[in-house]
């Protein structure tokens, strides 16, 4: 009998954070946003049985700026994954097409280069309306809490596939 593939894809991984290390970093270019998407990681952290002592928090200016930030906590050897946090709004220029792309394309580049899970939890959106319907307080949508918990599921998956 063949697995069912469809099936297989839905399956949800049980997320037990116990023991592992986080860190977040946060933009603070259109902090009210980011500070949203810090609520959201933290709760999502939180349900996932990671130890608030194991979080670390760094802020950085913007989006630009987190992959660097990304790298430096991955090498410290000290965090097992990183959520980048930050939101860039569209506006009347092309700024916006390098900052996030480039945002992307960095933290991407971080955790391939290193091994460890880089969460994009980067808000990329047309204007405000579309950024505060991602990062709701509580009971919504929220890019940071989804990104907390992918960040402990990816680090799960990379332990169950570590050479021995």
């Known amino acids: ?3 069912d593939q469809a099936a297989a894809g839905r399956q949800v991984p049980e997320l037990n954070g116990d023991g592992l290390r986080i860190g977040l970093i946060c933009g603070r270019f259109n902090d009210s ?24 928090v760094e802020w950085v200016p913007g989006a630009f700026e987190v992959p660097f930030a990304a790298r430096a906590m991955v090498l410290s050897d000290r965090i097992d994954a990183v959520v980048g946090l930050g939101c860039v709004i569209r506006g009347e220029t092309t700024h916006y097409d ?10 991407l580049d971080v955790g ?10 980067v808000l990329t959106t047309e ?6 319907a991602r990062s709701e307080s509580s009971g919504g949508h929220n890019v940071g809490e989804d990104g907390a ?3 402990v ?12």
């Open 1 to 3: 009998m063949g697995v």
């Open 33 to 56: 946003i980011t500070m949203r998407l810090l609520d959201g990681a933290l709760r999502g952290l939180e349900a996932c049985g990671v130890d608030a002592g194991n979080v670390a």
């Open 98 to 107: 390098f900052v996030a792309g480039e945002c992307a394309r960095g933290l």
């Open 112 to 121: 391939l280069s290193t091994g460890a899970p880089v969460i994009f939890g």
């Open 127 to 132: 204007n405000m309306e579309q950024a505060l």
């Open 149 to 151: 918990r992918t960040a």
């Open 153 to 164: 599921e990816m680090v799960l998956l990379a332990r169950r596939y570590q050479p021995s």
